[in-house]
């Protein structure tokens, strides 16, 4: 009986081999941005921080802004977006039965920033009044005081990714292609990290005044999540090499990717997100076999 399971898993192994055949090796690397322009409150991640001193405090005098950089915050025009960057290796798989079609299968890491809050926060105020010796009018010192506050989760994926391409062209210097590619796997890591910055610059033409700040950091570890992505792939191909027998197969490709994300967020939602991405990657195509 043994003997008999062993010759029929090795006849449906043969099968497979003749009707599948590994043509191709990729590497490639992108990234994504979401066209959503709602913007997130510090509130929204309460349940990502449990406990969190900063997210006591007050912050209804604050001006809630766009994305924020450490030191510096973009203008009340600027949207949040959300984006994702990604790597991956793939091979790429033909069939007997649909020559013409490739199968792009392999593993992606995906880091992505799912939510993005922030605010500022300006005030002015005297600090001293100063005589002109020579005329004696009156001179304010005052001091600008500069707030800022932003709260961001993010996290990193580990993603089985798939996708179907059809090449037009095929083997020349210049082709295209196009597909559809689909891609699902869990998170590995997923941080929310908050911050609050101060800055008290005082009147420049004060002696003896000088700057100070007063940083105040957070970050949570929190609970696996999954994630994932459906894609249209739209390429254009260049081969490196039509004489040299080195270069021949290899082909470097540039891709665009109209997507939509769907990830979820621990303790709090499902995040549905529409955008478009862009990838370049290197495929090296394996010697026929025929």
Known sequence: MKNQLLFIAFLTFSKLNAQIKITQIHLNAGSFMDIDDSKNKLSDFTLLAPGSSILSKDFSAYQQNGYFFSGFMMGDNFNQSNSSNF??????????KCPKGTLRIGISNVHSELLNASGQYYE????????????GQMYYVDSTISSYYNGNYSNDQLRLDAAYIFEANAGKRWAFHAGLGLSIGMSYRSTTTLRTEEYIQPYSGYEGSTNSQNIESETYGNFMVMGGSAYIPLGI???LGNKREFWKPFVIYNEFRPTIQLNS????????????????????NLPSNK
């Open 237 to 239: 191909n260049f081969k």
């Open 87 to 96: 790597q991956s290796i793939q091979l790429g798989l033909s069939f007997a």
């Open 124 to 135: 002015s105020n005297v600090v001293d009044t100063l005589f002109s010796s020579q005329t």
């Open 265 to 284: 967020i621990p303790n709090n939602t499902v995040k549905f997100n529409v955008g478009f991405g862009s990838s370049l990657g290197l495929r090296y």
